[in-house]
């Protein structure tokens, strides 16, 4: 496990000089009444969230909308929604290890029968202070019956409105979105994964203080910074026959989306609880020529720093604990390398609809979603735990493949499953 070595840095960012910033724009939503008034544990565990406005009674920029079913489909009715903002990605990247923050409470919902919801905030300034170059990293809480779940994501804002666009899968979720609402998010949550509250919780009784209280009574506490962690991440896969060079590049502003991690107590295995994107600052180059009748594969990799978070909530009305640990991606260090390649080979043949001519000297992937890589990294966040998680980098003028061909009149290149300008491809060039 690698510690921070930075503590030159103020190690806490406190919510109450978040919250100063927000000015009149926090007030707006402050009548809420008691009919709206979110209930139960979520209230019990984020008492701050009192003096949001519920959503249905709003009419500010979407932020997210969409369903919450259990992974049998059913719907999370009457479900709990809290969507609170993180401080910027470098903001966090900054704190030391035990270096803390407040998570800033942004909006709030109920779910209807149908498990539907929508979030809604305005624009803040307070939300602009707390993004970075990849957005506003947001947190979603969300209660039903007797669990707990927590989801991390990611929103943009662009013309007055908020965009939410991200791989889909990465998150943990299964396959692509069907929705073509606005920022469609659809969650299937699996009680297994979610922490089980104690029925004092779900009741919203009051819990006493105990011997260890933490500030504001019985909530959940800040975020602490416990470990980070550097992972070596599949960011790319290139393949080169006969008398084909590959030249994968992943150049400054590429972008590389990771999986967050998610468990109670720490131990065995982190799950997935979503995803958030993350810019390299910097760049590297690979070639990769076939020699005739050659064939080449590799996996290229960048090395991710991951920050390990640590929250105590209260458990019950005896003054136990309850601790949450969580996984997020805080930046591209830099490092980068390069591996034979894990994956199976495949062949093409013009006509099979993988297949096209390229009648050039060379050809280039364009912008588009790329593949999704299962396992793409692994890391321990501290002993006796582990998290295996998916990535994925779209292709963009910042991350290329280019095939370059010996004979231009013999040039053909393929996608593992479709084209190789269709979305979620591996790709691979050849002469015939």
């Given at each position: 496990m690698k510690l921070r070595a930075r503590t030159s840095v103020v190690g806490t960012i406190t919510a109450s000089l978040a919250l100063a910033l927000a000015g009149p724009a926090l007030a707006v939503n402050a009548a809420a009444d008691a009919s709206s008034a979110v209930a139960g544990a979520a209230l019990v565990r984020f008492p701050e969230f009192a003096g949001l406005t519920d959503s249905r009674s709003l009419q500010d920029p979407l932020m997210l909308q969409g369903k919450l079913t259990d992974v049998a489909g059913k719907a999370l009715s009457g479900a709990q929604v809290l969507l609170a903002?993180?401080?910027?990605?470098?903001?966090?990247?900054?704190?030391?290890?035990?270096?803390?923050?407040?998570?800033?409470?942004?909006?709030?919902?109920?779910?209807?029968?149908?498990?539907?919801?929508?979030?809604?905030?305005?624009?803040?300034?307070?939300?602009?202070?707390?993004?970075?170059?990849?957005?506003?990293?947001?947190?979603?809480?969300?209660?039903?019956?007797?669990r707990h779940y927590v989801y991390l994501t990611q929103l943009k804002s662009g013309g007055g409105n908020?965009?939410?666009?991200?791989?889909?899968?990465?998150?943990?979720?299964?396959?692509?979105?069907?929705?073509?609402?606005?920022?469609?998010?659809?969650?299937?949550?699996?009680?297994?994964?979610?922490?089980?509250?104690?029925?004092?919780?779900?009741?919203?009784a009051?819990?006493?203080?105990?011997?260890?209280?933490?500030?504001?009574?019985?909530?959940?506490?800040?975020?602490?910074?416990?470990?980070?962690?550097?992972?070596?991440?599949?960011?790319?896969?290139?393949?080169?026959?006969?008398?084909?060079?590959?030249v994968t590049s992943y150049g400054e502003d590429a972008t590389t989306t990771t999986s967050t991690g998610f468990s109670i107590g720490g131990a065995g295995e982190f799950k997935i609880n979503g995803a958030r994107s993350r810019t390299s600052g910097t760049g590297a180059e690979w070639n990769l020529p076939a020699k005739k009748k050659q064939t080449l594969a590799r996996d290229y990799l960048v090395q991710v720093e991951h920050d390990t978070l640590e929250r105590k909530c209260f458990g019950n009305k005896y003054g136990e604990y309850r601790h949450q640990y969580v996984t997020s991606p805080s930046r591209i260090v830099g490092g980068f390398d390069n591996v034979p390649s894990r994956f199976p080979l495949w062949n093409c043949t013009l006509g099979d609809d993988r297949t096209a001519l390229a009648h050039a000297s060379k050809v280039w992937t364009t912008t588009s979603k790329a593949v999704m890589y299962e396992k793409a990294f692994t890391f321990f966040p501290f002993d006796g735990a582990a998290f295996t998680g998916r990535a994925a980098s779209d292709y963009s003028e910042h991350m290329q493949i280019t095939?370059?061909?010996?004979?231009?009149?013999?040039?053909?290149?393929?996608?593992?499953?479709?084209?190789p300008r269709t979305p979620g491809q591996r790709v691979q060039g050849f002469q015939l």
């Open positions: 903002a993180w401080p910027s990605s470098s903001a966090v990247a900054k704190l030391p290890v035990g270096g803390s923050f407040d998570v800033v409470p942004a909006a709030r919902t109920i779910a209807g029968k149908d498990g539907a919801y929508q979030l809604r905030s305005l624009i803040t300034p307070l939300l602009m202070s707390l993004s970075g170059k990849d957005g506003l990293d947001v947190e979603l809480d969300v209660f039903h019956g007797d908020w965009i939410h666009d991200f791989v889909r899968g990465v998150d943990g979720q299964a396959g692509e979105l069907t929705s073509k609402a606005t920022n469609s998010l659809d969650l299937a949550l699996d009680p297994a994964q979610g922490e089980k509250l104690s029925k004092d919780l779900v009741r919203g009051r819990i006493p203080v105990a011997n260890e209280p933490l500030p504001g009574g019985a909530a959940c506490g800040k975020w602490y910074v416990f470990a980070t962690t550097s992972a070596m991440t599949t960011a790319a896969t290139a393949v080169a026959r006969n008398q084909t060079t590959a095939f370059f061909f010996a004979d231009k009149d013999k040039g053909q290149w393929c996608g593992s499953t479709g084209l």
